[in-house]
């Protein structure tokens, strides 16, 4: 059985919580090939995140780049970045993230000079391999998971994730715009949240495209170089997400369901859930 995605808000805030409020820390071990449609799908959160390939390949989309994560290596995911993984086969990817306060107390000397200027100004991501000079921190990470092992960890966790940080400090690279995210990533942002709004209504690539007063051909170029589908394909993916929520949430038939998430052929609907999810939607309620 699939694992259900993570659960995120109009703009792609994800909703849960890691960690506890007095420790804002959390270890995981997922297989993204384990999830809907094999895929963790767009997100972004407070969190520092760390991962690791630990078997199999993993494809990443961070921010608007597309790379493959090769095993054997790990990944450094800034606070506030939208990214996605997706497997072509099972994989092992161990991942931790955390609140930077963890490390250091918000106005303290050590979270102003050490932890903000990475949040404000550090690279979206960072690629960590083995044979580079980040082989420091990704010896550290393996640590921090080792460490997880046990009960009553949490002295250990911090000063290992301090001494993690002094040496991701001293390497990555001081690139993020000093005005926020750029021009292109607000309009797909409000582009989203406009097809997440009226998704069930009969859209056009027009309609799309006029929620932030650009042309067809801006918004094809927008949804390509960022997250490399047409905002249309975008649009009938997230159709089909709300369609399986329905379908495990709702006592109506399959084609009520296609209806209410904007799908005027139920014979088509079905043909794209199939390609999506791998099953067809009454398949998927039940195994739900």
């Known amino acids: 059985m699939q694992t259900e995605n993570i659960v995120t808000d109009e703009s792609y805030l994800e909703q849960r919580e890691h960690g506890d409020t007095d420790f804002a820390f959390c270890y995981y071990e997922e297989d993204v090939f384990a999830f809907a449609a094999h895929c963790i799908g767009w997100h972004y959160h407070r969190e520092i995140e760390l991962v690791y390939a630990a078997k199999s390949d993993v494809f990443c989309n961070v921010g608007g780049d597309s790379f493959v994560l090769k095993e054997g290596c790990g990944l450094f995911i800034n606070s506030g970045v939208l990214h996605r993984y997706e497997a072509k086969q099972s994989v092992f990817m161990p991942n931790i993230l955390f609140l930077p306060t963890l490390l250091g107390d918000e106005y303290g000397r050590i979270y102003q000079k050490y932890i903000a200027p990475v949040l404000k100004e550090g690279a979206e991501y960072m ?11 990704l010896t550290l990470l393996l640590t921090i998971f080792n460490i997880q092992k046990d009960s009553g960890n949490e002295l250990d966790t911090v000063g290992t994730l301090l001494s993690l940080w002094k040496e991701l400090y001293n390497v990555l690279p001081r690139s993020r715009p000093q005005n926020g995210e750029s021009l292109n990533f607000m309009r797909l ?3 989203m949240e406009f097809i997440h709004k009226n998704f069930y209504k009969k859209l056009t690539l027009q309609d799309i495209a006029s929620a932030v007063y650009i042309s067809k051909n801006a918004a094809l170029q927008i949804f ?3 997250i490399h589908i047409s905002p249309v394909s975008y ?3 997230y159709r089909l997400t709300r369609a399986a929520s329905l379908l495990t949430s709702v006592d109506i038939s399959v084609v009520r369901i296609a209806e ?3 799908f005027e052929n139920n014979g088509y609907f079905c043909r794209k859930f199939r390609e999506f999810y791998g099953c067809s939607p009454l398949e998927y309620r039940r195994s739900k």
């Open 235 to 237: 649009l009938i993916q």
């Open 224 to 226: 390509r170089e960022t």
């Open 189 to 191: 942002r409000l582009m």
């Open 260 to 262: 209410r998430c904007g």
């Open 127 to 137: 690629l960590l391999q083995p044979d580079n000079e980040d082989n420091k921190i």
